[in-house]
């Protein structure tokens, strides 16, 4: 099979010929024909995340995807031969960026049934950082009011549609061209920031939670505009220690990443506020209840690109270069490749 791998830290992917994988007791063999192109894919690359998620070379790159079960594992009961199932993997497991992959059959859910599987494969990362973000660390509940910052990228897009669905008053951050595209997605308050004070145009609204997909200066302002007690939730860093606590680092990993986050942690306390950080784990659990809410109408993903597999390494390209409505995919169906949205 065709796959894209990283050979080393900080050099390009290279597609190559690998064996089909054969599945585990607990996992399936999916053939994927679709996988979502994500900011994490690049920071994995360069290795960002190689003290705290250390991998083996070659590593198959790729978080997220959509496909067909071709071949279930002994102890597995929940999927059958045929099925249509999405999720995402992790940063340690083998990749979805290849022609078949065996996934952990607890990080995947049925596809949802009103969306193509191309669709469906720009939905894990967006989704499971929405729901981790707002549902499982941020608590959001009626009547509270959520920044989410990037409102029309592939995270943000969905992001305000969920805030929405929890009864959240949604402000977001967008460029001049996409000011629209965020009121169609439900956001309350749209915040140009080529052009708007953040602090200025939230004055008077304190916020509950942001969601920052952002980071640097954005995430520090962000913290500016929340009342006493509210939280950041960053996705882009720095981590932080409860987060360091949680994966179980090593005493040494632990001292940096509380080095690394002192200058934010220590505004946040100066404000009265909260910074956490959020890396997303699979939960096919969640993605089954996304999987609902899509097919309910309640949330809908937005795709920018469609592109061949082939042309993955330029997917990644159009991802880093910015600018995008929704997500990029790349595909293994041909008929399905699409021009820019």
Same mark, same amino acid.
């Given at each position: 099979m ?5 050979? $080393? ?10 064996p ?21 894919? &690049?920071?994995?690359?360069v290795? &960002?995340?190689?003290? /705290? ?5 070659p $590593?198959?790159?790729?978080? &997220? ?14 999927f ?7 999720g ?19 990080? %995947?859910?049925?596809?949802p049934?009103?969306l193509?599987?191309?669709? #469906?494969?720009?939905?894990?990362v967006?989704?499971?950082t #929405? ?8 608590h959001?509940? $009626? ?13 943000? !897009?969905?992001?305000?549609?969920l ?9 977001t951050?967008? !460029?001049? $061209? ?6 169609e ?12 004070? /953040?602090?200025?145009r =939230?004055?008077?609204?304190p916020?509950? /939670?942001? =969601? ?6 954005? /995430? ?19 981590? &932080? ?27 946040a ?12 784990a699979?939960?096919g #659990?969640?993605?089954?209840?996304? #999987? ?9 993903? %937005?795709?920018?690109?469609?592109r ?11 991802v ?7 997500k ?8 399905s ?5």
């Amino acid at each position: 099979m065709k796959a894209f791998v990283l050979e $080393k830290y900080g050099s390009p992917l290279r597609q190559t010929e690998m064996p089909v994988p054969s599945p585990a007791p607990h996992e399936v063999l999916v053939r994927m024909v679709a996988s979502g192109i994500n900011h994490a894919d &690049e920071r994995l690359r360069v290795g &960002e995340f190689k003290a /705290l998620f250390p991998v083996s070379f070659p $590593k198959v790159m790729g978080g &997220e995807f959509a496909g067909v079960v071709v071949e279930v594992g002994a102890a597995v009961t929940d999927f059958t031969v045929g099925e249509t199932v999405y999720g995402y993997v992790g940063l340690s497991a083998a990749g979805t960026l290849s022609e078949y992959l065996s996934v952990d059959a607890r990080a %995947i859910a049925r596809a949802p049934e009103s969306l193509s599987l191309v669709e #469906a494969a720009g939905l894990p990362v967006a989704a499971l950082t #929405a729901w981790q973000a707002l549902v499982d660390m941020g608590h959001t509940t $009626k009547g509270q009011t959520v920044l989410i910052h990037g409102g029309t990228g592939g995270v943000g !897009s969905i992001a305000i549609q969920l805030a929405k669905r929890l009864g959240a008053t949604v402000a977001t951050t967008v !460029s001049t $061209k996409n000011i629209d595209a965020a009121r169609e997605l439900g956001a309350d308050i749209v915040i140009d920031y080529t052009r708007d004070d /953040l602090v200025q145009r =939230l004055d008077g609204t304190p916020v509950d /939670l942001v =969601l920052d997909t952002q980071g640097g200066t954005t /995430l520090l302002t962000s913290l500016e505009v929340l009342r006493s007690g509210g939280t950041v939730i960053g996705v882009t860093g720095p981590p &932080e220690p409860m987060f360091a606590r949680r994966i179980g680092v090593n005493p040494v990993v632990r001292l940096a990443i509380r080095a690394m986050s002192a200058r934010v942690r220590r505004r946040a306390r100066a404000l009265g506020v909260t910074y956490r950080f959020l890396l997303i784990a699979p939960d096919g #659990a969640a993605m089954q209840k996304v #999987a609902e809410l899509v097919d309910d109408r309640i949330l809908r993903p %937005i795709i920018d690109r469609a592109r061949a597999f082939d042309e993955t390494q330029e997917a990644l390209d159009d991802v880093l270069a910015g600018g995008t409505r929704g997500k990029i995919v790349v595909t293994t169906d041909p008929k399905s490749v699409t021009a820019r949205g």
